[in-house]
């Protein structure tokens, strides 16, 4: 059986990481296979380009084009070591963000050339796609609040993160990527409020999901 391939999108804070644990567990309980990663990082070539991405002391002039090289290049290690061979063992993929944080990120927060930014996800992907798209829709200021909340953490461990440090304006243009997105492919991404209790978003994910469960069974 071919396996199948979820990813999960949204600002930070929006509860992805929360939310990919939970359904990991209520998938595995009914049996299945799971493998659960995130982007960038997910290998150990991916998880060192995180850190040049996000932590490392010396990457405040990184650029935009870089940045979005950096990102597909973990992108593509992935795909390769590790989802292509978990879809094609049968097993249900994971994946906290996937080529659409690129577009949001990259294409709309730092304003790169949409064809540009979508021929190297290209590259990155071939024809690896995800089966569903949860979209996790957040308030601006709740996202903020998050956000600022782990700052003390951080600074704890003497980090930092790069990616956090940017303007409202970008984060408001990413999340205008998003719904263009959504827009563009409406039975891909399927967008939803995740402002509420753990357990409704929980629910509302197991509804998305399920369906997808019995697409093989005879
Ligand atoms: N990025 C990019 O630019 N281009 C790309 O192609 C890719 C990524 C792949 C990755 O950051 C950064 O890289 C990200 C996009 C960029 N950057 N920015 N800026 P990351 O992997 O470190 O983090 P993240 O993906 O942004 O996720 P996150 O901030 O860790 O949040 P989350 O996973 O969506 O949420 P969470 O960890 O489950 O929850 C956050 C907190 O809220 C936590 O304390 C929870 O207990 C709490 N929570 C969760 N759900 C709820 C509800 N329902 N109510 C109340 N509180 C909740």
Redesign the pocket.
């Known amino acids: 059986m071919k396996g199948l391939f979820i990813t999960f999108e949204?600002?930070?804070?929006?509860?992805?990481?929360?939310?990919i644990s939970l359904l990991a567990e209520r998938l595995r309980s009914a049996g299945c296979s799971v493998r659960t990663m995130?982007?960038?990082g997910g290998t150990l070539i991916g998880e060192e380009i995180r850190h040049t991405?996000?932590h490392s002391p010396d990457n405040h002039a990184m650029t935009a084009e870089a940045?979005l090289l950096l990102?597909n290049a973990s992108?593509a290690q992935l795909v390769r070591e590790v989802i292509r061979p978990a879809i094609a063992a049968g097993e249900i993929v994971l994946c906290?963000?996937?080529?659409d944080?690129?577009t949001a990120?990259?294409g709309y927060?730092r304003q790169l050339d949409l064809r540009m930014v979508k021929s190297i996800i290209d590259v990155a992907v071939g024809d690896t796609r995800p089966d569903l798209t949860l979209l996790?829709l957040i308030p601006q200021e709740v996202s903020e609040a998050?956000?600022l909340?782990r700052q003390p953490t951080l600074a704890l461990r003497f980090q930092r993160?790069r990616?956090?440090e940017?303007d409202r304006g970008f984060f408001e243009r990413v999340e205008e990527g998003y719904l263009a997105i959504a827009a563009a492919e409406p039975q891909r991404v399927r967008q939803f409020d995740?402002?509420?209790?753990?357990a409704v978003?929980q629910a509302a994910i197991w509804e998305l999901v399920q369906p997808l469960l019995a697409r093989d069974k005879p």
Request: hydrophobic letters at 20%; glycine letters at 12%; charged letters at 35%.
């Open positions: 949204g600002t930070e804070g929006s509860g992805k990481t929360t939310q995130r982007e960038p991405l996000k940045e990102m992108r906290d963000r996937f080529y944080s690129t990120y990259q927060g996790f998050r956000r909340a993160d990616m956090e940017a995740a402002t509420g209790e753990v978003t």
